[in-house]
Nanobody, 118 residues
Framework: QVQVVESGGGLVQPGGSLRLSCTASATIFSFSTMGWYRQAPGKERELVAAVTRRGSTNYSDSVSGRFTISRDSAKNTVYLEMNSLKPEDTAVYYC????????????WGQGTQVTVSS
């Protein structure tokens, strides 16, 4: 059973915008800090942004000021709004759910490709 599902990737020109969505099952979403990670070819997976159950957010330095993470508890969905995209943002983006109480419960989505190119 798939627990975390991403959508919204694609091809966009430099300077453009995309919004990624990630829907999780209610039992996971309600107890988890939700995050977005990305992995570019030949590089390690890195944290892009995360949002706690209370709405506190943190961002990597490379995306701060350009990306916005948010969560909608009514829809069990977390979003990543990406603006002013750069070619170096090209990567597979993964949604992540980390249970706040049971630290061994970590869920990953299947990933969605974001390509920034002219």
């Amino acid at each position: 059973q798939v627990q975390v599902v991403e959508s919204g990737g694609g091809l966009v020109q430099p300077g453009g915008s995309l919004r990624l969505s990630c829907t999780a099952s209610a039992t996971i979403f309600s107890f988890s800090t939700m995050g977005w990670y990305r992995q570019a070819p030949g590089k390690e997976r890195e944290l892009v942004a995360a949002v706690t159950r209370r709405g506190s957010t943190n961002y990597s330095d490379s995306v701060s000021g350009r990306f916005t993470i948010s969560r909608d508890s009514a829809k069990n969905t977390v979003y990543l709004e990406m603006n002013s995209l750069k070619p170096e943002d090209t990567a597979v983006y993964y949604c992540n759910a980390k249970h706040d109480l049971i630290r061994t419960l970590v869920y990953w989505g299947q990933g969605t490709q974001v390509t920034v190119s002219s």
